[in-house]
Structures are given as C-alpha cells and as structure tokens.
Nanobody
Framework: DVQLQASGGGLVQPGGSLRLSCAIS????????IGWFRQAPREEREGLTC????????WYDDSVKGRFTIAVDSAKNTVYLQMNSLEPMDTAVYYCAAGSLRGIAFGTYSLARNMDYWGKGTQVTVSS
C-alpha cells in the first residue's frame, strides 16, 4: 500500500527556516515524481516543487525559487523540503504527493491532478 507522510511543520517567524520531511513507503521512488504542494485557506492547492526519483531533475515555482530546496534521500526513502526566508504568505498546509512517471512534461507534475498519491498535510505558520 502506497503511503506518504509529511512532517516538520510548525510556527516560525518571518525570515526563519523550516525543513519538511516526506516519508515514503509502499513503492519504489525511482518510478515516481515526488512533489510538494501547499494550500492556504480559501485558496486552491498549488504546486511548489517536484523531483524525480534520483534527485537529478527538479522544478520550482517562481514563488519559491531561490528560497526552497527539494532533496531526495534514497536510503531513507524520504524527500525533504528546506524552506528559507519564510514569509507570512508562505502560511499554509503543506502536502507531499507522488505521481507515476508517464509521458508528460516534468513541470506539469506541479498540477495536483497529475499526482496519484497524497499524504496528510502539515501546517506551516509564518508569523511574528
């Protein structure tokens, strides 16, 4: 059974950092693209970044480029999201998701409809 579990959220001051973890079980990550999404109240779920199984290919949304970094630890079957220079606008529930490799442009894994499995979210609040 495929499972993803996001953790690491919390309350942080503006300008601070957090590292989210997505623990993956039940499938071989090389056959999937892993992405991080977030959803703020009354907003649609938006794709932030995604990575292929060996970490060699990444995509970032412009809103987080240069501040967030996605990384894969294959030995631990875990994907991380390092978030720096956090701003109040980053406040949201953050989700990790997995989409099976298929013939679509890599950046389109940023669309929620292209992901097959979702973990429960973790709340990130940026506030002074």
């Amino acid at each position: 059974d495929v499972q993803l579990q996001a953790s690491g959220g919390g309350l942080v001051q503006p300008g601070g950092s957090l590292r989210l973890s997505c623990a993956i079980s039940g499938f071989i990550s090389d056959d999937y693209v892993i992405g991080w999404f977030r959803q703020a109240p009354r907003e649609e779920r938006e794709g932030l970044t995604c990575v292929n199984g060996d970490g060699g290919i990444t995509w970032y949304d412009d809103s987080v480029k240069g501040r967030f970094t996605i990384a894969v630890d294959s030995a631990k079957n875990t994907v991380y999201l390092q978030m720096n220079s956090l701003e109040p606008m980053d406040t949201a529930v953050y989700y990790c998701a997995a989409g099976s490799l298929r013939g679509i442009a890599f950046g389109t894994y940023s669309l929620a409809r292209n992901m097959d499995y979702w973990g429960k979210g973790t709340q990130v609040t940026v506030s002074s």
